[in-house]
């Protein structure tokens, strides 16, 4: 039970929790899994307190039910949207070698930012050390005449963290600690490799599409679109007059960037689609349209972001997660062909959980996992601990 991890995802469209444990070989073994979508407020923002408790509490049971556990903590992930990333860059000057109280003070102040509330900084993420202009790892006894530190800061809305972390509590369940989504899916599906050379992450939600560039290690850029797979399923109702439910359902038909028109036998085929009590068959060529149309449109914006910010040419790949558009096929080479860069799948290596929709709460989960193991203490550490406070007692006596 010491072991057990439960993560908490609040997307855009839905609530997620996941009980999960550290497998034989290191990796998730799936216990419970929780999902429970906001309903109707979804497209009208984010859902008011009441509908993210309720979702909240729903996705809790089913969780818990499978696992047949009562969870006490969890481990909270932060979207996106309520994340922000602030690059700061400080200079000292040593006045001689770089002493170790030199190197305290220069991270000190390069992690320190003013953000107006309810923004706060979480994490510092240092990249090189800079004597006199040139990287350095290691700079102590270095002689320069300035030492230079950026660090890449993680912000969070601590407002929507601190909201649902009162509802849980009012579930008699704690909160070990806040994750930002960003880092915990660079840790889950990207190797250093790729972050030092430069990767760009997207991850489609239902109503949202969020990005971020990792270089050098480091996390660079953080953005969202306010467009996402619910986006691409409400151009289908309107463009065919149906259901939403019905739309959602056909959307899934699609194959990107074939070439249904230039096909004479595939420029034939139809779907049928059910409009009240009557079936008809809507030609797939026209669907194709309407929904390769608004994908086009994601990638390109992606793209115009990562222009205007002068980062499109350190990107070597992308890494897709998210339902939005992940369960599209023919997405990765449509992706491809917009961003000129290769773009790879996130999907988690579970049973359970292998459908890119799990990407965000499987990365919370391991991120849990890893913290909880790191921190975890042994039983000989536990009896050493205690003898040692006895002998500072009978000192003192």
Known sequence: MSDIITAIEAGTTKMTVLICQKGRRNNMELLGLGQTAYGDETGKGRPSDAVLFKAL???LEQAQKMAEVKISNCVLGL???FCGLVRNKKEIVPGGPVSKQDIIELQKEVSTYSLPDPWKV???IHGSFLADGQPMGNPLGTDCEKLGLEASLICIDTDFAQNLTRMLRSLDIGVRKWIPVPLAIAEAFLTGAEKEEGVLWVDSGGESTDIAVFHKGMPIYFDWLPLGGNTITRDVVSGLNI????AERLKRYCVLGLAIADDPESAEMKVPVRDGNQVMNVPM??????VEARVEEIWELIAERLEEEKLMGICKKALLTGG????FRGIRELGSRKLNIPVQLG????IGLSAPTYSEVYAVGMEGLKTRLAGKITFSEVIKALFEKFNIYFKST
């Open 347 to 350: 999907v988690p290596d579970v």
């Open 285 to 290: 060529d026209f669907l194709q349209g309407i």
């Open 122 to 124: 979480l994490k510092a």
């Open 324 to 327: 939005g558009l992940g369960m």
């Open 243 to 246: 259901s939403f439910e019905e």
């Open 79 to 81: 979207p996106n949207e």
């Open 57 to 59: 509490e729903s996705a």
